[in-house]
């Protein structure tokens, strides 16, 4: 079965309106659903329902991550983060969600009343995404892997929250973007976004499918596996 890889959509419900229009389930998101564009919300609405209706997975971006980690989170036995929270809303884009969700910046109850409908589901977004088709196989994660081994790796990201200390490579390390271990097998495919380029890359080892950065006048990508055709939403 074929799979379709979406890039960080990071607030733009009208790209991922077009962009959805034009494929099919399953999906899987590689993060990044919030910050810098206006529409949050929305966003968050459309892709929860989406994962609910079993039509599509989502991983753990690090704007996500931030957040969480900014406004604490029981569930996951974090307690609010003053530091993190500052670095969401100055410098991650959070502006525009508390913007979206017409609360203050300081009002943290206000903002965790908006996004009540999401914040368990964000709460138990993987780290890594793993799928197959025939003999080849792909793997997700927000920001890539690393050099060292494929399965330990894996491993850890399974169980990460348990062992997390802070702003995790696997979710923040733009020097992931083209790292591909030298002993990667043949049928395997690293998948991720965060590493915003102007196209998609699409090698049989690796794709890269962030074209949008959030930013204005940049198109939203996707990547249909294992054919490897590329739909955007200005397409």
Not at 52 to 60: F, I, K, P
Not at 123 to 139: D, F, Y
Not at 207 to 231: F, K, Q, Y
Request: aromatic share 8%; charged share 25%.
């Amino acid at each position: 079965m074929s799979v379709t890889f979406i890039g960080d959509v990071h607030g733009w419900s009208d790209r991922l309106d077009r962009l959805l229009a034009k494929i099919k389930p399953p999906l899987v998101f590689v993060g990044d659903l919030i910050d810098r564009g206006p529409d949050a919300p929305g966003v968050l609405a459309r892709v929860h329902a989406l994962c609910d209706r079993g039509e599509a997975h989502c991983l753990l971006g690090n704007h996500e991550y931030a957040l969480l980690r900014g406004i604490g989170s029981p569930a996951l036995g974090l307690e609010p983060d003053a530091a993190f929270y500052a670095a969401w809303h100055l410098r991650f884009g959070g502006a525009a969600v508390l913007q979206a969700c017409g609360v203050a910046s300081d009002d943290l109850a206000g903002l965790r009343d908006k996004l009540r409908a999401h914040l368990g589901w964000l709460e138990t977004l993987p780290w890594v995404i793993e799928g197959s088709e025939g003999r080849r196989h792909w793997v997700a994660v927000h920001a890539g892997l690393d050099a060292s081994e494929l399965r330990p790796q894996v491993r850890l990201l399974h169980d990460a929250w348990s062992h997390d200390d802070g702003y995790p490579p696997a979710l923040f390390d733009k020097e992931r973007a083209f790292v591909v271990r030298v002993d990667l097998p043949e049928d395997w495919c690293v998948v991720s976004g965060h590493t915003p380029l102007t196209e998609v890359v699409v090698t049989p080892q690796r794709i890269l499918c962030d074209t949008s950065g959030g930013m204005p006048n940049r198109p939203l990508s996707a990547v249909v596996w294992p054919e490897g055709r590329v739909v955007t939403s200005e397409s």
